[in-house]
C-alpha cells in the first residue's frame, strides 16, 4: 500500500489464555504451522459439538475447537485455525451503491485436526444461513469471529464445504489512524471498490483473514444494466439474463490472501496492452477518466521491465491499474489489479510513476512473497518505497540518497513514535516507519554488502519465497547465505534497536535528537 507523501523529501472477542497464546507465539516465531493448534484454544466457553466422541475414545482424535486466530501477536484473532482453505467461491447480487444486497460465500476447506467447530472472520452484515456439506449448522458471532458448530464433527484430514448466505451490507468501512485511513467498501457514485488492507476483507466476505493465508477465489457478481464488475485475475464468463442484469465470473488464476482482494463495481471502460513478454495489461477506467489517465497509465509496460530487471519475471499471469474515481486517501497493491486514485494519475508525473512502481513492486514483495506475520510488514512495504525511491530518482525526482540522508536523520525519532521497522504495535503499523524507515534499512544493506550482492540477495528473495510466505528472519537467513557472510549482526540493530546504528560508508551522516 502506498502511504502519503512524508515530510521527508520527495475488539477481540474473548481473550486467549496465557498458555495458550505463548505456545501459539513461539510457533509463530519459529514459523511452525500454527494453523494447527485449535485445541490450545479450546476454553470454558467452547462447548463440546454434538455427537462428539468422548475423551479416550478409540475411533481417532478426539474433535476439539479450530483456534479463532493463528497466534500473530499483533492481530490474535487474524485467520482461524483447523482448517485450510482450498477455494473461495464468491456470489454477490449487486442491486446500487449504499444497497444492501444478496450475497453468498461457499467455502471448500481441509480440516487440519479433527473439528468440534471452527471460526470464520467474517465482520457485519446480516447472516442469514450456514451449512456444512449440505446440513444446516449452528452458527453464532462473537465481534468479528462466526463460530460455527457443523452437524457432526469433521475428521481430520476431511474435505468439507461451508456455504454461508447473507445480506452484504455496501456500507461498511472502518478507519485507522494511520496511512490506511478509510477502508473496507468504498463507494464510488455509480458503484464501488473494496480496500480490505489489513483486515477489512472480513466485511466483504467470511474468511481466513491473515496475509500469510491464500487461496484461489471464484467471483460471480451480478450487476444491473449498464453497470460493469471486475475482480482479481481472468475474466471467465458472462452472462446476459432476461431482465437485463450481466454474471460477470472471475477467477482469481493463483492464491490470493483475503486482504488482497479487488472487487469493483461501476461503468468502466476495459484497455488492454500488453507488457513484457505479452504479459495482458488490462486497466479498468471509469468511463469519463480514460483519456485523462491514458498518459501515466500508459508507462506499466516500461514500470514492467525496469522491475523485471532488478526483481525478475513479474510473478502473475497478468496485471492492470483500476482507476478509483472517489477520494480514496492511498493506492493498494490489490493483486493483479492494483487500484490508484484518480487524483494520484491527473498530477504531476513524478508522484504519478512513484505510485505506480510503488503498487507494481508488491507484487513481487506483499503479494507473490507474502508476510508471514503483521510484524513483518517492513519487508513489504519498504521494498516498495525503495523501489519507487529508486525509479523517481532515475526518473526526474529527488536524489536517492538525499533522501535517504533525510530519512536516516528522523530514524531515531521514528523508532521512539512508531517502533523500530520489525517491532510495530497493531497502531503504527502503517506509519513512516514501514515506509521510508524500511526503505533506509535496504539502503544500508546496500551499503554494506555492495550493489551487485545487494541486487542477488534482492532477486533470490523473490524467487525462493514466490508464493508463499516468509519473515524476518527468513530474509537475514536469505541474506547472509548469499553475501557469504552472516548479517544477523548487522541487520538486527537496524531492525529491533532503540537506536539507529551508523550507516555505512557515510560517517558523516547524522540523526535527530529524539524530541518527546
Same mark, same amino acid.
Given at each position: 500500500? +502506498?502511504?502519503?507523501v512524508t515530510?521527508?523529501p520527495a475488539?477481540?472477542?474473548r481473550v ?19 494453523v494447527?493448534?485449535? $485445541? ?7 462447548r ?8 479416550g475414545a478409540?475411533?481417532g482424535p ?7 486466530g493463528?497466534g500473530?501477536p ?9 482448517y485450510?482453505v482450498?477455494?473461495y467461491?464468491?456470489d ?7 444497497t444492501p444486497?444478496?450475497?453468498g ?6 480440516? $487440519?485436526?479433527a473439528?468440534?467447530r471452527?471460526d470464520l472472520d467474517?465482520a457485519?452484515? $446480516? ?8 446440513t444446516?449448522a449452528?452458527a453464532e458471532r ?21 456455504r454461508?448466505?447473507y ?14 485511513q478509510?477502508?473496507g467498501?468504498?463507494p ?21 483473514d491473515?496475509?500469510?493465508?491464500r487461496a484461489?477465489?471464484?467471483f460471480r457478481?451480478?450487476t444491473p444494466?449498464?453497470?460493469s464488475a ?7 464468463? $458472462? ?5 437485463g442484469?450481466t ?14 482482494v479487488q ?8 484497455v ?5 513478454r ?8 471509469? =468511463?469519463g ?13 516500461d514500470?514492467?521491465a ?8 513479474y510473478?502473475?499471469h ?6 478509483? =474515481?472517489?477520494?480514496l486517501?492511498?493506492?493498494l497493491?490489490t ?6 486514485p484518480? =487524483?494520484?494519475?491527473?498530477? =504531476?508525473r ?11 513492486t508488491?507484487h513481487?514483495?506483499g ?19 525503495y ?18 540522508r533525510a530519512?536516516?536523520e528522523?530514524?531515531?525519532?521514528w ?6 521497522p ?6 503504527t503499523?502503517?506509519?513512516v ?7 533506509l534499512?535496504?539502503?544500508?544493506l546496500?551499503? +554494506?554488502?555492495g ?14 519465497y ?22 544477523g549482526?548487522?541487520?538486527?540493530p537496524w531492525?529491533?534497536?532503540?537506536h539507529t546504528?551508523?550507516?555505512p560508508?557515510?560517517?558523516?551522516w ?7
Amino acid at each position: 500500500m +502506498k502511504a502519503p507523501v512524508t515530510s521527508a523529501p520527495a475488539g477481540h472477542r474473548r481473550v486467549v489464555r496465557t498458555l495458550a497464546g505463548a505456545v501459539v507465539l513461539a510457533l509463530a516465531l519459529t514459523g511452525a504451522a500454527v494453523v494447527t493448534v485449535g $485445541t490450545l484454544f479450546a476454553g470454558p466457553g467452547r462447548r463440546p459439538a454434538p455427537g462428539a466422541p468422548a475423551t479416550g475414545a478409540a475411533a481417532g482424535p478426539v474433535p476439539s475447537p479450530g483456534a479463532p486466530g493463528i497466534g500473530d501477536p499483533l492481530m490474535p484473532l487474524a485467520g482461524n485455525g483447523g482448517y485450510t482453505v482450498r477455494r473461495y467461491t464468491l456470489d454477490f447480487d449487486w442491486r446500487a451503491p449504499r444497497t444492501p444486497f444478496e450475497a453468498g460465500a461457499t467455502i471448500s476447506a481441509t480440516a $487440519t485436526q479433527a473439528l468440534s467447530r471452527f471460526d470464520l472472520d467474517f465482520a457485519g452484515n $446480516t447472516l442469514h444461513r450456514v451449512t456444512v456439506d449440505g446440513t444446516p449448522a449452528a452458527a453464532e458471532r462473537h465481534g468479528d469471529e462466526l463460530v460455527v458448530t457443523p452437524a457432526k464433527p469433521i475428521p481430520r484430514g476431511h474435505a468439507f464445504t461451508v456455504r454461508v448466505a447473507y445480506t452484504a451490507d455496501p456500507t461498511q468501512g472502518r478507519h485507522r489512524d494511520d496511512a490506511i485511513q478509510d477502508y473496507g467498501w468504498v463507494p464510488t457514485s455509480d458503484g464501488t471498490v473494496v480496500c480490505a488492507q489489513p483486515d477489512g476483507a472480513r466485511m466483504i466476505f467470511p474468511a481466513n483473514d491473515h496475509p500469510s493465508l491464500r487461496a484461489p477465489i471464484t467471483f460471480r457478481v451480478t450487476t444491473p444494466p449498464g453497470l460493469s464488475a471486475v475482480a482479481n485475475g481472468r475474466l471467465v464468463d $458472462t452472462e446476459r439474463h432476461p431482465d437485463g442484469r450481466t454474471r460477470w465470473t472471475y477467477d482469481s488464476e493463483q492464491p490470493i490472501a483475503a486482504q488482497l482482494v479487488q472487487l469493483a463495481i461501476g461503468r468502466f471502460t476495459f484497455v488492454d496492452s500488453e507488457g513484457p513478454r505479452g504479459l495482458p495489461v488490462r486497466d479498468v477506467v471509469p =468511463d469519463g477518466l480514460v483519456a485523462d489517465t491514458e498518459e501515466y497509465r500508459s508507462l506499466t509496460p516500461d514500470h514492467l521491465a525496469w522491475l523485471e530487471q532488478r526483481l525478475g519475471p513479474y510473478p502473475f499471469h497478468r496485471y492492470g491499474v483500476l482507476v478509483g =474515481d472517489t477520494d480514496l486517501p492511498v493506492a493498494l497493491e490489490t493483486q493483479s489489479l492494483a487500484v490508484v486514485p484518480r =487524483d494520484d494519475l491527473l498530477g =504531476d508525473r513524478v508522484d504519478a510513476e512513484r505510485n505506480l512502481v510503488h503498487e507494481l513492486t508488491h507484487h513481487w514483495t506483499g503479494d507473490s512473497v507474502a508476510i508471514r506475520r503483521w510484524s513483518d510488514l517492513w519487508l513489504s512495504e519498504g521494498h516498495a518505497r525503495y523501489y519507487e525511491r529508486l525509479y523517481s530518482a532515475e526518473h526526474g525526482g529527488a536524489d536517492l540518497e538525499s533522501v535517504m540522508r533525510a530519512a536516516y536523520e528522523q530514524h531515531d525519532q521514528w523508532r521512539h513514535d512508531e517502533g523500530a521497522p520489525a517491532e510495530p504495535t497493531d497502531a503504527t503499523l502503517f506509519k513512516v516507519m514501514r515506509y521510508d524507515g524500511s526503505a533506509l534499512v535496504l539502503f544500508a544493506l546496500r551499503e +554494506k554488502v555492495g550493489e551487485e550482492t545487494f541486487g542477488r540477495i534482492e532477486r533470490a528473495w523473490v524467487s525462493a519465497y514466490r508464493g508463499r510466505a516468509a519473515g524476518t528472519r527468513d530474509f537475514i537467513a536469505l541474506a547472509s547465505r548469499v553475501a557469504g557472510e552472516d548479517l544477523g549482526p548487522f541487520l538486527n540493530p537496524w531492525l529491533y534497536g532503540a537506536h539507529t546504528p551508523p550507516m555505512p560508508g557515510h560517517p558523516d551522516w547524522r540523526v535527530d535528537p529524539v524530541e518527546d
